[in-house]
């Protein structure tokens, strides 16, 4: 169901959703079903999932030369909503930013979540890197979320 269609329904009642934080690289999916589990109770219409873009970290090699590696702390937002809406029958609601993602991988994930009947996104330019003084977009990629 639409984000929208569960507000109408709501009919003045208060609605609760949360929103969550993909767990860092390498842990399990246990964390959010841990985190998930008494919230319940509450019965979310929908819970948020947030999507944070690459950053870079500086790899020194044994010549002393420093390599500018991508790295994704905090992968799988598009998974964890799949395991959401399967295991708790809430909608779920990724997020999907302008940074990281090039106008046919910001197409590629859109058609990866219509394949798993998530309708609803959140649609968000997202953050600057750490390391940059404001947002640059992706080469070949949105500048802003309205795009």
């Known amino acids: 169901m639409k984000i929208t269609d569960h507000i109408k ?3 003045g009642r ?3 959703s949360f929103e969550l934080l993909p767990p860092v690289k390498g ?3 246990q964390g959010i079903y841990d985190a998930i589990d ?3 109770e509450f019965k979310p219409p929908f819970i948020d999932v947030t999507y944070h873009r690459e950053d870079y970290i500086y790899k ?3 010549s002393g030369l ?3 590696v991508s790295y994704r702390k905090r992968p799988g937002t598009v998974a964890i909503c799949a395991s959401i809406m399967n295991r708790y029958k809430v909608d779920a609601v990724p997020h999907l ?3 990281g993602f090039t106008k046919e991988e910001t197409e590629n994930a859109l058609i990866d979540l219509q394949f798993l009947g998530i309708d609803n996104v959140l649609v968000l330019r997202g953050d600057a890197r750490h390391a940059d ?3 640059i977009p992706t080469p070949g990629g949105h500048a802003y979320a309205t795009e």
């Open 60 to 62: 020194q090699h044994d």
């Open 38 to 40: 008494p919230l319940m």
């Open 9 to 11: 329904n709501a009919k």
């Open 66 to 68: 420093l390599e500018k």
């Open 133 to 135: 003084s404001g947002f």
């Open 97 to 99: 930013i302008c940074g």
């Open 27 to 29: 842990q399990s999916i």
């Open 14 to 16: 208060t609605l609760f």
